[in-house]
Every structure is written in C-alpha cells, then in structure tokens.
C-alpha cells in the first residue's frame, strides 16, 4: 500500500526533475550547466520514488544513519559548485576589466592619434 | 590639440581590425592590434622614448598642474587615465594637454596604471613612468628615474620616499618585506619607471587581476626575472585629499589580508635577480 509519504516524496522528486528539464529544453539552463543539472535531475526523481534506496548504499559507504547520505553528497556538490562559480567570475571578472581597458584606450586614441605604428598589446 | 584631432580621418573609414595571430596561450586571448590610415603611413618609424601615465579619480585641484609641469618640464606626451572620476578631471587634464584615457567602470589604480601601460606598448613607447595625480610626486624627480632604466641598469626604476609613513604602515611594509623577501623599501610608492620588458609583462592578463599596485606587481616582475632598483626622491605633502587604501581601518584590513594572501602563495619562489637600492 502506498503512503502518503511516498506520494509526496515521488512528487516532489518528479516536480525538480520536470523542472530542470524544462529549462534545459527552452534553452534557460544550457551547455555545461544542462550537463550539471541532468544527472541531479535524475537522481533526485529516483530518489524521490526509492528514497529506501539510501538505505542499501548507505552501510556500504560506512554510514551507519543512511539518511544523512543525500544530505552529506547534497552539501559536497554545493561546496564544489560555489567553487567553480567563484573561478567562472575571476575568469569573467579579468575578461571585463580588459575589455574595458580596451575600450579607454580606443576612446583615447580616437580623439588624439599617435603617429606611430602601433603595436600588440 | 585640437587640430590634430580635426585632421584624424572619420572612424568608420579609417579604423580596420587587423586579427593578430598571437594568442596568450593559457589564456586564450587574441591580441588585436588596432592600426589607422595615419599609422600604416608611418609605419617604420623608430620607437618613442617614455610617456608619462597618470591614473587618476576625482583629482580635479591637482591633476591639471602636475600634467602641465611635466609637459613643460619634459616636453613628453602625459596620459592620464580617469578611473570614472565625478569631478572635472577628464576636462581639467585635457586642457593641461593630456592625452585621457577615460575608464567606462571603476578598475582601481592598478587597473588604470595597466590601461595606461597597454596604451603605451600600442604606441611603441620604449618606458612608461608612472606618477600620481595628487603632487606628492615632482616631475624633477623623472630624469633620474629614467636615467636608471634607460641605461639598463634595471628594469624597473622605483622612486622612494623613505622617510614617510606612520608607524603601522611601517610595520607592515617590513613585514611583507619580510615575506616575501623583497629588499624594497617603499613598497607602495607609485612613482615608477617601467622599462619595454617590464611594460610587457604588466600588460598580460596575468597581470590584470592584481588588485593592489605594489607587492603584486613587483613579485610578478621579480618572478619574470626583472631587476628593480630604488631611487630616493623627495615626496611633497599631498595638498589635497587622502590615502585610499589606509582610509579606515576596514581598508586597511582588507589590504593588509589581501597582500598576506597574496605574499603566501608566492613565498619560495624567489628567482634569480635581487634588488638593490640605488647608491647616492
């Protein structure tokens, strides 16, 4: 017999997955961020609908209370996602700044030409 | 000025993109060069000596005399670069006949001494001198500066005002110095001579996201092998307006962990050159 729980646990699991898909289908979440998110999607339906599954894996990997295991991995990829966010913005934030730069110096330049041959920089 | 800015063909016509084929390799940067009718018409012609690169934010009291004494001084071209000032710095530098270089957004003074030192490698200047905007800096000071470099004694020529400072910020330049084992004594003087090799590899996009002017740069120049030399100087009172970066004690903070930081992950790596400081 299946219990309210389990409803709401499928439910859910199945709300995020739908979610994630749709956005990756209209083109909101796209690229590599689809290639995060799927497999998440994917383990949270399954989870949602065999949560007991923690309970197999669990004792295999030592864990003696199999339900901090979602939460533990959970944490993990959060930890490891903030990371790659913080290196994306240095990339993006070192990409800006000489673009700007960039920008300056054409604006410089228009108003007051040099009679060099001007170089790479 | 103005003629020379009346005489420059229309942009449209005479702006072509030239796609250089050098790529910073780990960064994937395409460096582009930017060459105008004028230019291609004057191509060959030897390099230019020095140029003098001021970045400035709201000094609009100031910036307008320090531009015109070195002008007059020197006869050298003066770049100041505005990091988005609200005042009248661009007009004010423009009418003591500077070249300006406005900032769209903020980058900070090191942000803006790199803008000013990829202007100059554009235009095949050999050394850029950098100076503040405030006039604690004196353009009588920039011979010798040039003079150190110029004469390849060294790579980077530091003038040093070695009797400033309270007694934390002292503490703290002994301490980095210390660190990171560098023999200079004014860390944080901005008024500096920067040789063509020195020039180059300021301009690269390692070089971009340091966020200080001082230890960043001279470990990345000490790391590349460059040899930087002190020249004492004397440092006029600044006459208007204050330090930035020791402005409070929440600044002073950040700055003091930052450059730690910063110092930690680059102790060990002393590489061959050391520094000297010059001799009277």
Not at chain 1, 14 to 38: E, K, M, P, T
Not at chain 1, 63 to 91: N, Q, T, W
Not at chain 1, 101 to 113: D, F, K, N, P, S
Not at chain 2, 37 to 53: I, N, P, S, Y
């Amino acid at each position: 017999m299946v219990t309210s729980y389990q409803w709401i646990s499928t439910g859910t699991g199945a709300l995020v997955a739908a979610a994630i898909f749709y956005l990756v289908r209209r083109d909101h979440l796209h690229g590599r961020y689809a290639l995060w998110w799927l497999p998440i999607a994917v383990v949270v339906a399954v989870l949602g609908a065999y949560p007991r599954l923690v309970d197999l894996v669990g004792p295999v990997l030592g864990i003696h209370y199999p339900p901090v295991l979602p939460l533990v991995v959970g944490f993990a990829l959060v930890l490891i996602k903030l990371l790659m966010m913080d290196i994306e913005r240095s990339k993006s934030e070192r990409r800006l700044q000489r673009l700007i730069q960039r920008v300056a110096i054409l604006e410089g330049r228009l108003r007051h030409t040099p009679p060099v041959e001007p170089e790479e920089y | 000025m103005e003629a020379e800015a009346a005489a420059a063909t229309p942009v449209s016509e005479a702006v072509s993109w030239v796609a250089g084929s050098r790529k910073i390799a780990h960064f994937g940067e395409r460096v582009v060069g930017l060459r105008t009718k004028q230019d291609t018409a004057t191509a060959g012609r030897e390099r230019r000596g020095f140029v003098v690169l001021i970045p400035a934010r709201n000094e609009d009291a100031t910036v307008g005399e320090v531009v015109r004494q070195v002008r007059t001084s020197l006869r050298t071209e003066v770049v100041v670069i505005d990091d988005l000032s609200e005042d009248a710095t661009v007009a004010t530098a423009r009418d003591a006949g500077a070249v300006v270089l406005p900032l769209a957004a903020r980058l900070g003074a090191w942000g803006a001494i790199q803008t000013g030192i990829r202007y100059a490698l554009a235009c095949g200047y050999e050394m850029a001198i950098t100076m503040d905007a405030d006039g604690q800096h004196g353009a009588e000071a920039i011979p010798a500066l040039h003079e150190v470099v110029s004469s390849g004694e060294a790579d980077v020529a530091i003038g040093a005002f070695l009797a400033r400072g309270s007694r934390p910020r002292r503490l703290a330049w002994a301490f980095f110095r210390y660190l990171t084992g560098l023999g200079v004594e004014d860390l944080t003087s901005g008024f500096r001579a920067y040789g063509r090799r020195a020039m180059v590899t300021l301009a690269t996009p390692d070089a971009t996201l340091l966020e200080y002017q001082d230890l960043g740069v001279l470990l990345l120049l000490r790391a590349n092998g460059m040899k930087i030399t002190e020249v004492p100087v004397q440092m006029r009172d600044r006459v208007v307006g204050h330090s930035r970066v020791y402005s409070s004690w929440l600044t002073v903070g950040y700055y003091l962990l930052h450059t730690g930081v910063l110092c930690l992950s680059k102790t060990g790596r002393r590489l061959a050159s050391p520094s000297s400081v010059a001799q009277d």
